[in-house]
C-alpha cells in the first residue's frame, strides 16, 4: 500500500464515493470531499481553458496571415496602378490605339 492510503487509513479518512442519500458524514470528510470537487472543477475549467486559448490562437495565426497576404496584394496592386497611370504610358496608349495626338498651336484655344 503506498503511502497516502496508509494515512488515511491511520486517521480514519478512507474516502468513500459521494452518496448524497447518507448524510452522516463528519464536517472533516465533508470538507475534504468537497475540496476533492473544487480540485476536479478547477482542472476541468484549466482544460476547457487552455483548449480555448489554443483555438483562439490559431484562429489568430491564421487572420495575421491572411493579412499579411492582402498587404502584398494591396502592394502589388498600387505598384500596377502607378505603372498603368504613368503618363508616358497614357500618351503612348492615346497614340498608338486611339490615334490621337497633341494639339497644335493653332489649335490650342485660350479663353
Given amino acids: 500500500?503506498?503511502?497516502?492510503?496508509?494515512?488515511?487509513?491511520?486517521?480514519?479518512?478512507?474516502?468513500?464515493?459521494?452518496?448524497?442519500?447518507?448524510?452522516?458524514?463528519?464536517?472533516?470528510?465533508?470538507?475534504?470531499?468537497?475540496?476533492?470537487?473544487?480540485?476536479?472543477?478547477?482542472?476541468?475549467?484549466?482544460?476547457?481553458?487552455?483548449?480555448?486559448?489554443?483555438?483562439?490562437?490559431?484562429?489568430?495565426?491564421?487572420?495575421q496571415q491572411e493579412m499579411r497576404h492582402a498587404e502584398i496584394e494591396r502592394s502589388r496592386l498600387l505598384l500596377e496602378e502607378s505603372t498603368l497611370l504613368s503618363h508616358g504610358r497614357v500618351a503612348q496608349l492615346a497614340e498608338s490605339k486611339a490615334a490621337m495626338e497633341l494639339p497644335s498651336q493653332k489649335m490650342i484655344v485660350i479663353l
Avoid: C, D
Fill in 1 to 63: 500500500m503506498n503511502f497516502a492510503a496508509k494515512v488515511l487509513q491511520e486517521q480514519h479518512l478512507a474516502i468513500r464515493p459521494l452518496s448524497w442519500a447518507r448524510l452522516t458524514n463528519t464536517p472533516r470528510q465533508w470538507f475534504i470531499q468537497g475540496s476533492l470537487l473544487l480540485v476536479v472543477l478547477s482542472a476541468l475549467a484549466t482544460i476547457t481553458v487552455t483548449s480555448n486559448t489554443r483555438h483562439h490562437y490559431r484562429q489568430l495565426q491564421t487572420y
